[in-house]
Protein backbone atom coordinates (compact mmCIF):
# COMPACT_ATOMS: atom_id res chain seq x y z
CA UNK A 1 0.00 0.00 0.00
CA UNK A 2 2.79 2.43 0.46
CA UNK A 3 4.58 1.29 -2.66
CA UNK A 4 1.63 2.44 -4.51
CA UNK A 5 1.44 6.36 -2.52
CA UNK A 6 4.64 6.41 -3.09
CA UNK A 7 4.66 5.47 -6.82
CA UNK A 8 1.52 7.62 -7.26
CA UNK A 9 2.69 10.96 -5.69
CA UNK A 10 6.19 10.01 -8.48
CA UNK A 11 3.69 10.28 -10.86
CA UNK A 12 2.51 13.45 -10.27
CA UNK A 13 6.01 14.81 -9.61
CA UNK A 14 6.52 13.60 -13.37
CA UNK A 15 3.02 14.75 -14.67
CA UNK A 16 4.07 18.05 -13.35
CA UNK A 17 7.51 18.48 -15.47
CA UNK A 18 5.62 17.10 -18.36
CA UNK A 19 3.01 19.82 -18.08
CA UNK A 20 5.57 22.31 -17.72
CA UNK A 21 7.35 21.24 -20.82
CA UNK A 22 4.21 20.81 -22.78
CA UNK A 23 3.26 24.88 -22.16
CA UNK A 24 6.66 25.77 -22.93
CA UNK A 25 6.12 24.08 -26.21
CA UNK A 26 3.15 26.00 -26.59
CA UNK A 27 4.50 29.16 -27.00
CA UNK A 28 6.51 27.99 -30.56
CA UNK A 29 3.32 29.09 -32.51
CA UNK A 30 4.16 32.69 -31.56
CA UNK A 31 5.96 32.85 -34.68
CA UNK A 32 3.34 31.61 -36.92
CA UNK A 33 1.32 34.36 -34.97
CA UNK A 34 3.50 37.20 -35.45
CA UNK A 35 3.69 36.18 -39.35
CA UNK A 36 0.11 36.36 -39.42
CA UNK A 37 -0.25 39.13 -37.93
CA UNK A 38 2.28 41.01 -40.26
CA UNK A 39 0.42 39.45 -43.27
CA UNK A 40 -2.74 40.84 -42.14
CA UNK A 41 -1.75 44.54 -41.33
CA UNK A 42 0.47 44.30 -44.50
CA UNK A 43 3.95 44.68 -42.89
CA UNK A 44 5.36 41.92 -45.23
CA UNK A 45 4.64 43.80 -48.51
CA UNK A 46 8.08 45.74 -48.45
CA UNK A 47 8.62 46.10 -52.19
CA UNK A 48 7.17 48.69 -54.27
CA UNK A 49 4.89 47.09 -56.65
CA UNK A 50 4.39 44.45 -55.57
CA UNK A 51 0.62 43.12 -54.71
CA UNK A 52 -0.43 42.69 -51.55
CA UNK A 53 -0.37 39.21 -49.40
CA UNK A 54 -3.74 38.03 -48.95
CA UNK A 55 -5.11 38.22 -45.86
CA UNK A 56 -6.91 34.92 -46.00
CA UNK A 57 -3.22 33.57 -45.58
CA UNK A 58 -2.54 35.74 -42.71
CA UNK A 59 -5.51 35.16 -41.18
CA UNK A 60 -4.83 31.23 -41.71
CA UNK A 61 -1.37 31.24 -40.00
CA UNK A 62 -3.22 33.14 -37.11
CA UNK A 63 -5.81 31.22 -36.80
CA UNK A 64 -3.05 27.54 -36.97
CA UNK A 65 -1.38 29.20 -34.14
CA UNK A 66 -4.13 30.31 -31.97
CA UNK A 67 -5.22 26.64 -31.94
CA UNK A 68 -1.94 24.96 -31.57
CA UNK A 69 -1.41 27.05 -28.18
CA UNK A 70 -4.91 26.56 -26.57
CA UNK A 71 -5.18 23.07 -26.90
CA UNK A 72 -1.34 22.76 -25.90
CA UNK A 73 -2.23 24.84 -22.71
CA UNK A 74 -5.46 23.10 -22.44
CA UNK A 75 -3.25 19.84 -22.45
CA UNK A 76 -0.93 20.96 -19.97
CA UNK A 77 -3.69 22.05 -17.36
CA UNK A 78 -5.22 18.50 -17.51
CA UNK A 79 -1.49 17.23 -17.06
CA UNK A 80 -1.13 19.78 -13.71
CA UNK A 81 -5.12 18.82 -12.99
CA UNK A 82 -4.16 14.85 -13.19
CA UNK A 83 -1.00 15.04 -10.79
CA UNK A 84 -2.63 16.72 -8.26
CA UNK A 85 -5.94 14.25 -8.40
CA UNK A 86 -3.09 11.41 -8.33
CA UNK A 87 -1.52 12.90 -4.97
CA UNK A 88 -5.58 13.48 -3.89
CA UNK A 89 -6.07 9.89 -4.72
CA UNK A 90 -9.32 11.06 -6.96
CA UNK A 91 -11.74 11.25 -10.64
CA UNK A 92 -9.55 7.84 -11.22
CA UNK A 93 -11.17 7.83 -14.70
CA UNK A 94 -9.59 10.97 -15.82
CA UNK A 95 -6.44 10.41 -14.60
CA UNK A 96 -6.55 7.11 -16.87
CA UNK A 97 -7.89 9.44 -19.72
CA UNK A 98 -5.12 11.89 -19.53
CA UNK A 99 -2.30 9.12 -18.98
CA UNK A 100 -3.22 7.76 -22.67
CA UNK A 101 -3.43 11.35 -23.98
CA UNK A 102 0.19 11.74 -22.56
CA UNK A 103 1.00 8.97 -24.99
CA UNK A 104 0.54 11.04 -27.63
CA UNK A 105 3.18 13.68 -26.44
CA UNK A 106 6.56 11.37 -27.50
CA UNK A 107 8.64 10.83 -25.71
CA UNK A 108 8.24 11.70 -22.16
CA UNK A 109 4.71 11.88 -22.41
CA UNK A 110 4.60 8.09 -23.77
CA UNK A 111 6.91 7.07 -20.78
CA UNK A 112 4.82 9.03 -18.60
CA UNK A 113 1.33 7.51 -19.67
CA UNK A 114 2.73 4.07 -20.08
CA UNK A 115 4.26 3.71 -16.48
CA UNK A 116 0.46 5.66 -15.27
CA UNK A 117 -1.40 3.17 -16.98
CA UNK A 118 0.51 0.62 -15.52
CA UNK A 119 -0.13 1.74 -12.12
CA UNK A 120 -3.32 3.25 -12.33
CA UNK A 121 -4.62 -0.81 -13.38
CA UNK A 122 -3.51 -2.09 -10.52
CA UNK A 123 -6.13 -3.31 -8.13
CA UNK A 124 -4.43 -1.56 -5.11
CA UNK A 125 -4.41 1.36 -6.30
CA UNK A 126 -8.10 1.08 -7.41
CA UNK A 127 -8.79 0.72 -3.83
CA UNK A 128 -6.99 4.08 -2.83
CA UNK A 129 -8.77 5.71 -5.06
CA UNK A 130 -11.95 3.92 -4.06
CA UNK A 131 -11.11 5.05 -0.39
CA UNK A 132 -10.90 8.42 -1.19
CA UNK A 133 -14.67 8.60 -2.02
CA UNK A 134 -15.46 7.04 1.02
Same mark, same amino acid.
Given at each position: ?12 ? %????? +????? &???? =?? @??? *??? !? ?23 ? %????? +????? &???? =?? @??? *??? !? ?23 ? %? ?20 ? !?????
Amino acid at each position: MNQDVEQLRLLAI %FHYIV +AVVSA &LLSF =FP @IIY *LAI !GIAAVTGHLNNRPGEEPMSALFGWF %FIAFA +ACWMI &LGFA =FA @ICL *LLA !GRFLVRRRHYLFCLVMACMACMFMP %FGTVLGVFTIIVLIRPSVKELF !GQAHA
